[in-house]
């Protein structure tokens, strides 16, 4: 089994960089999430996928910030021209969308991005 | 836009005291949920709680919703050092964006 994966893990990139967020999501599950949490906050939403449609996005995810999941399997994250406050992890979940007893969403490991 | 708060954000305990957490949220909400994070790792879900009055438990923990107050709480019984982590409650609307709390860290001391 496989749960929500994130690669990679851990990125320290200088200012002003790109980078790029994998994720791969629990195999059966439709929707996918992306989230940022900070040291001692809990997760903020950014956006989420229902297959390959883009469905909400929070005012949080600048211009600078673009996920996709072209076919509705694995999605990216890409940070453009990152800044010191994108220091954070970036979570990524999964869910099963249905109706009846509460689509719990799985949460990956994270991506730590330190920006320098 | 809808808040979610929990108190204490900081909870230091003895093994073997019981304790409760509490988590507010501001407007109507469909679900809320319970999770778990050991620091540096994930989330690990705990509980979903869908209606008014409904009540889960877990070992140790176990969790409630009063849809009325818009009041959960998480209660620990007989607290180990095991269930030293975060724990975090989270509220949906319309079944898609999950809102979390800040987060209630909690201490075991032996």
């Known amino acids: 089994d496989t749960g929500v994966s994130q690669d990679p893990r851990h990125k320290i990139t200088k200012r002003g960089q790109n980078v790029t967020f994998r994720c791969d999501p629990i195999?059966?599950?439709?929707?996918l999430y992306w989230y940022r949490q900070t040291l001692g906050q809990g997760p903020e939403f950014l956006t989420y996928?229902?297959?390959?449609?883009?469905?909400?996005k929070s005012r949080l995810l600048s211009d600078r910030f673009s996920a996709e999941r072209p076919k509705g399997s694995f999605s990216t994250l890409e940070i453009q021209r990152t800044e010191q406050g994108d220091s954070a992890m970036y979570l990524c979940?999964?869910?099963?969308?249905?109706?009846?007893?509460?689509?719990?969403?799985?949460f990956g490991e994270g991506s730590w991005l330190t920006v320098v | 836009e809808l808040k979610v708060e929990q108190n204490p954000l900081f909870l230091s305990m003895q093994e073997g005291k019981n304790y409760t957490i509490y988590c507010n949220y501001s407007t109507t909400s469909d679900r809320l949920y319970w999770y778990r994070q050991d620091p540096g790792k994930s989330l690990e879900s705990l509980f979903v709680?869908?209606?008014?009055?409904a009540v889960k438990q877990e070992g140790r923990l176990m969790a409630s919703l009063d849809t009325k107050a818009r009041l959960s709480t998480l209660h620990i019984t007989a607290a180990v050092h095991d269930l030293s982590a975060t724990y975090f409650c989270a509220v949906t609307r319309a079944g898609n964006q999950f809102y979390f709390g800040t987060g209630t860290s909690l201490t075991v001391i032996p």
């Open positions: 996928f229902q297959n390959e449609a883009q469905l909400e």
């Open positions: 709680l869908l209606s008014n009055g």
């Open positions: 979940a999964s869910s099963l969308a249905r109706t009846d007893s509460g689509n719990t969403i799985y």
């Open positions: 195999s059966e599950h439709n929707r």
